[in-house]
């Protein structure tokens, strides 16, 4: 079998795609945080700006009221102070003087003072500047110029211009970018680290995957003892191609037992038929090559019939669900293993009328297989009793006897196929080996356990023996009478 290459890699591998999705993510958050930072900050300088105007107007407004005042035009600014403006507006809204604005826009800011209820903040937008206005009554005051008659406003309106601190807007979101950019960078230098770390034992297992499809059956998957999802998914992978091992073992060893079986019977056949044609065989002598071509011939076709029935229960294929008498089932198989072996006491304990839902034939095979099993298996003159007992969830069935029993380490292997207690595969003490994997395949079939439990020995240290009980679920009760067995 030729070595396969190893996998290719692509560019869409688990790798970039992890990269890809944590840079996006990356991005998102970083340029989140950094836009609702930008936002917050450029809210906060907003709120101190209108802070700062509603502080100074109430400083204004307390100096007005104080009573009549004169005021140097030029040193009007110098009543509030940077970062303010002031504008000087008369009754009709007409800017007469004005400190840290521009003669244009205090023509704009009068106008838009002037529509605005008293005392209220008022947001313009005045030469490409944002600016925060607040007309402010000022009755007696007197604006007095060198070169100008004194005026006499009626409002005096504060102003900021809130956007002076647009540049250190910019100039944050610049620094932030840089900053994002910078962080990201890194994150993703040690991410691709990460990933290589963490991702070291996946590359393992593809390399031992690759050397399991090459052929080395006997490797498994590494693993880092760190009971991590990567050792789950290592150790779920081995269970399965332990399994798969062990399926192909059993599947070796059928087909081994199963040629052995067929192998006598053929050789039985075969041998008679070489002596026939060489003219060997005497008038008298013919008549038993017949039986013995004959009896060899049934064995094959019931270990064919054996097969196809375990093949069929493999397969999942459904079986009867007629209501039935299991008691009655049981009387009829006692009834007939007494007129086979007519020596041997078979005994039954239970109550009539035990009902449950099932496949009378299969069920029957069952009782035939273990009930033959134990006469066939033990001495002459042992007894062979079956006890039916009712359950809340169903019935049980025990086959018991009184024989020499099976040793231990050989009860974990009576119900596979084609086991035989006696290593040889001798056919001296008869059957197939299928017996009682049969019996197990119908009762699963049936959603029913079988179990065995037994007593190895000569007797002379106590009572031996071997029981093998079954447990079918229960149906409920067929009204009228029960059906004929």
């Known amino acids: 079998m030729a070595a396969r290459l190893p ?57 007005v009221a104080t009573g009549p005042q004169t005021v140097n035009g030029d040193q009007l600014a110098a009543v509030i102070g940077p970062p303010l403006g002031i504008v000087a507006l008369d009754a009709d809204g007409t800017a007469l003087d004005h400190a840290g604005t521009t003669a244009s826009a205090a023509a704009l800011i009068g106008a838009g003072v002037r529509a605005a209820p008293p005392g209220e903040t008022v947001r313009l937008r005045v030469e490409g500047h944002e600016l925060l206005a607040r007309g402010l009554p000022s009755p007696g005051l007197t604006v007095r110029s060198s070169d100008e008659p ?65 052929g080395r059956r006997s490797e498994r998957m590494p693993l880092a003892g760190r009971h991590s999802e990567i050792d789950d998914l290592a150790r779920a992978v081995n269970d399965a191609l332990d399994a798969q091992a062990r399926a192909e073992e059993r599947v070796r060893s059928f087909a081994a037992d199963a040629s052995h079986e067929l192998r006598t019977p053929l050789a039985t056949i075969s041998g008679w038929l070489d002596l026939y044609r060489q003219g060997a065989l005497s008038a008298e002598q013919l008549e038993a090559a017949v039986a013995h071509i004959d009896d060899a011939a049934g064995r094959m076709r019931l270990l064919v019939d054996e097969l196809a029935l375990l093949a069929r229960f493999d397969a999942g294929r459904p079986i009867g669900r007629d209501a039935l008498d299991v008691a009655a089932l049981v009387q009829d198989v006692l009834a007939d293993a007494r007129v086979i072996d007519p020596h041997r006491g078979f005994g039954y304990e239970g109550p009539a009328g035990v009902w449950i839902k099932g496949d009378a034939a299969r069920l029957a095979q069952v009782l035939r297989n273990l009930v033959g099993n134990a006469a066939q298996h033990t001495p002459d003159g042992t007894a062979v009793r079956v006890a039916l007992s009712e ?22 292997h009576v119900f596979e196929r084609f086991w035989r207690g006696d290593p040889s595969h001798s056919r001296a003490t008869g059957g197939s080996g299928l017996g009682l994997a049969i019996v197990r395949a119908i009762v699963t079939a049936h959603g029913g356990r079988v179990g065995v439990t037994s007593v190895a020995g000569s007797g002379a240290t106590g009572p031996t023996g071997t029981t093998v009980t079954v447990e079918l679920p229960r149906a409920a009760r067929r009204p009228g009478p029960g059906p004929s067995s």
């Open 150 to 214: 004194d005026a006499h406003p009626t409002t005096l309106v504060l102003v900021i211009d809130a956007s002076v601190d647009d540049a250190t807007i910019r100039s944050l979101i610049l620094r932030q970018a840089g900053i994002v950019t910078l962080a990201l960078v890194c994150l993703l230098g040690l991410a691709v680290v990460v990933l290589n770390v963490g991702l070291r034992p996946l590359a393992r297992m593809v390399r031992s995957a690759d050397a399991i499809a090459a």
């Open 391 to 412: 359950r809340p969830d169903g019935v049980r069935i025990a086959v018991s006897d009184d024989g020499p029993g099976i040793p231990a380490a050989h009860l974990e």
């Open 7 to 63: 996998r290719p890699r692509r560019p869409s591998s688990l790798r970039l795609r992890v990269l890809s999705g944590l840079a996006a993510l990356l991005v998102l958050g970083l340029g989140t945080t950094a836009a609702a930072g930008a936002f917050v900050f450029d809210e906060y300088l907003r709120s101190r700006a209108e802070r700062t105007l509603a502080a100074n107007s109430e400083r204004v407004r307390a100096l």
